[in-house]
């Protein structure tokens, strides 16, 4: 916070922003802290009354804004950043409170929000034009109305403030609803940014498991962009068809890394961990099945058991590289790998194979050496600190294995020759597909998945399309 600048924005006390004013409720819940298994503040549930108030006040606002000039969507959402950078340090403690990441890693997160917009701010909306001697044919992208925003805990304020750029600079409003799991740095992101625009045009709403079926069944809501498991995407996108809404899901990946035989392995092995590690392995486009060429396999598996075992774990104030697992509910579904890896015996490289009770949601990274194909930590994504690896000894054979999965979101390719690595990451079915690095999704490049990792996509110039109705004129010369 800038000594010059004085604010009302309390860090201890959480409302819904519906109409630009706080609103609370009667019924509240708690996140929970996940380093140590107690409640935190209460927060307001939304309910259908707060969603169709909501509703109300973003067609209103829509009526103005969606005419506002790109300028000027651009100059609101540089004075958002601002403000919300003003509240730097009092939004990095709050985000290691509700996400239990090492304040190094919350630091990078909300970091990232300024470059996010940032990115955003540079893009102009698309405008394709073709004149023959009859007609000239103008596409124009216009916005399409009020937004509702699904949002995850992983990344809780770049994966919600990561719909809000798009959706704003395209001319739409948005009602934001934050996991309940994570509720605390959205609600305040949001709060700060009442400070910027008018009532309505940008909203949050919190609440529970109800609260989202009640924004996608809502007639007055044109889109849904969601990001979360593949499970809740489909009743999404099911509970859309009855309104016909635009629907954008970025959904889970089961994502493959393929080592060729001429890496460093060295240089390599440290970052294909980061790969699969980063994040307590809670990133949908993190590193879940290792393919390491057999004739390097035993030494890069070694150095890959070396790196790990220098990873800590910890608080967030500890100076560990990973937290814990984010809720209890994914913290069951992790223990859940291990205990299939243990009852079916399959080689622990480096780890552990069982998971200590504790106060915290604590996992110690896992390496499972060269499982079955169809073993579930092969077959399934696990979405925390666990990872197997396999040898492969022929090319074709590895990218059958590679695609052979329901899912498509991302993937890696490591290889001295780049030519010969991007030409197998070409045959790889995943959205966004990283050579010679592990998974970093980029504001700069459109991000979404092949077959059930999702629809559509957001981010870069192409993802500005996702928020936008194409709209033809056909304008045809008097002679």
Not at 112 to 118: N, T
Request: proline share 6%; with cysteine; glycine share 10%.
């Amino acid at each position: 916070m800038s000594p010059s600048k004085v604010s009302t924005i309390k860090f201890d006390e959480f409302y819904n922003i519906i109409d630009g004013e706080q609103r609370g409720s009667k019924n509240q819940h708690h996140g929970i802290d996940p380093t140590t298994g107690e409640e935190s503040w209460g927060v307001p549930i939304g309910n259908q009354q707060d969603v169709d108030d909501a509703v109300v006040s973003a067609q209103k606002a829509f009526e103005k804004y969606r005419y506002t000039t790109l300028e000027k969507r651009k100059e609101l959402l540089q004075r958002y950043v601002d403000a919300f950078n003003s509240h730097f340090e009092e939004m990095v403690e709050l985000l290691c409170k509700e996400t239990g990441k090492p304040k190094q890693f919350a630091q990078m997160e909300v970091g990232g929000v300024a470059a996010f917009i940032g990115h955003h701010l540079t893009l102009d909306i698309p405008e394709d034009k073709l004149e023959d001697d009859e007609k000239i044919i103008t596409t124009r992208y216009t916005p399409l109305g009020v937004v509702g925003a699904i949002c995850p805990w992983n990344f809780p304020l770049i994966l919600s403030l990561g719909k809000m750029a798009p959706a704003l600079l395209t001319g739409n409003t948005i009602i934001i609803k934050p996991s309940p799991f994570t509720p605390y740095t959205t609600l305040k992101a949001i709060e700060i940014a009442q400070e910027i625009y008018e009532p309505g045009v940008v909203q949050v709403i919190g609440g529970d498991d109800k609260l989202g079926p009640l924004l996608t069944a809502h007639p007055g809501i044109a889109k849904i962009s969601f990001t979360g498991s593949i499970a809740t995407g489909k009743k999404i996108m099911a509970a859309c068809a009855n309104t016909l809404k635009r629907v954008t899901l970025e959904l889970g990946g089961n994502d493959a890394s393929i080592i060729l035989p001429d890496v460093d392995v060295k240089k390599i092995a440290p970052e294909v961990v980061m790969g699969a590690f980063q994040n307590s392995g809670q990133v949908c486009v993190a590193t879940k099945r290792i393919y390491i060429h057999k004739d390097i396999y035993d030494e890069f598996l070694q150095e890959m058991v070396n790196f790990t075992k220098t990873i800590k774990t910890g608080d967030s104030n500890s100076g560990s590289l990973l937290g814990p697992v984010q809720n209890k509910m994914q913290y069951e579904r992790v223990k859940g790998f291990f205990e299939d890896t243990k009852a079916k015996g399959y080689k622990i490289a480096v780890g552990a194979d069982t998971v200590p009770s504790g106060n915290g949601f604590f996992i110690t990274p896992t390496i499972i050496d060269n499982p079955p194909n169809d073993s579930r930590i092969i077959q399934e994504e696990p979405f925390g600190p666990i990872v197997p690896t396999q040898p492969w000894d022929d090319e074709e054979e590895v990218i059958r294995r590679a695609n052979n999965t329901n899912t498509g979101l991302g993937a890696c390719v490591w290889g001295k020759d780049e030519k010969h690595a991007e030409a197998i990451a070409m045959r790889l079915e995943a959205g966004s597909v990283f050579v010679n690095s592990f998974e970093k999704p980029t504001p700069q490049a459109v991000f979404g998945g092949h077959k059930e990792s999702g629809i559509g996509g957001e981010w870069g110039k192409d993802g500005l399309k996702a928020y936008c109705n194409a709209h033809v004129i056909h304008l045809y010369k008097q002679k």
